[in-house]
């Protein structure tokens, strides 16, 4: 079966960096993408990126340019999304999502277990 | 960017009542739109893709219809456990965007 699981919760200053991770499993990692989402406490979803692991393409989010980076390593099948210069803002729960079939890019298939971030001083 | 627009924000209905709600995308996007469930403290899950098509194992009282830019997802019979907030997305171009989420409560 098709599982996504996620790194740790983190806590992070202002101003630093998180390294997330989203290691897949059942089923043939380089024939999805997969897409990054994340939920303020109380709040909406966001989407941010996806991610090619076939060809390593992304697509990110115009407000995340230049802060986040998405990547995949085959040899173990894992996708990490990078953010950097965190803000109290960037206070949420992280996703990792595949896609759902080959025609549906950057929808959620299947999700992780999702990860906290909390930026705090 | 494209916007998309969830109607009700949230809504109260009895068990075994029909529940629709729309999204409404501000510019076209053919079918290229899901919906998901998240129920309280848990994990989003697709309900329907293709604007139409269910996915896998979930109940055929979840449906979805529509095109373009107006869209509607219908739960022909309410039931206790689909206390959730859904959310449309788009997904024919970047960015992605999710509607702002309707919750349904009992």
């Known amino acids: 079966q098709v599982q996504l699981v996620q790194s740790g919760a983190e806590v992070k200053k202002p101003g630093a960096s998180v390294r997330v991770s989203c290691k897949a499993s059942?089923?043939?990692?380089?024939?999805?993408?997969i897409s990054w989402v994340r939920q303020a406490p109380g709040q909406g979803l966001e989407w941010m990126g996806w991610?090619?692991?076939?060809?390593?393409?992304?697509d990110y989010v115009q407000k995340f340019l230049g802060r986040v980076t998405m990547t995949t390593d085959t040899s173990t099948s894992t996708a990490y999304m990078e953010l950097r210069s965190l803000r109290s803002d960037d206070t949420a729960v992280y996703y990792c999502?595949?896609?759902?079939?080959?025609?549906?890019?950057?929808?959620?298939?299947?999700w992780g277990q999702g990860t906290l971030v909390s930026v705090s001083s | 960017d494209i916007q998309m627009t969830q109607s009700p924000s949230s809504l109260s209905a009895s068990v075994g009542d029909r529940v629709t709600i729309t999204c409404r995308a501000s510019?076209?996007?053919?079918?290229?739109l899901a919906w998901y469930q998240q129920q309280p403290g848990k994990v989003p899950k697709l309900l329907i893709y293709a604007a139409s098509t269910l996915q896998s194992g979930v109940p055929s009282r979840f449906s979805g219809s529509g095109s373009g830019t107006d869209f509607t997802l219908t739960i022909s019979s309410l039931q206790p456990e689909d206390v959730a907030t859904y959310y449309c997305q788009k997904y024919d171009s970047v960015p992605r965007t999710f509607g702002q989420g309707t919750k349904v409560e009992i």
């Open positions: 510019q076209g996007i053919s079918d290229y």
């Open positions: 999502a595949r896609d759902a079939s080959n025609l549906a890019a950057g929808t959620g298939g299947y």
């Open positions: 991610i090619s692991p076939y060809n390593a393409n992304t």
């Open positions: 059942g089923y043939t990692f380089t024939s999805y993408g």
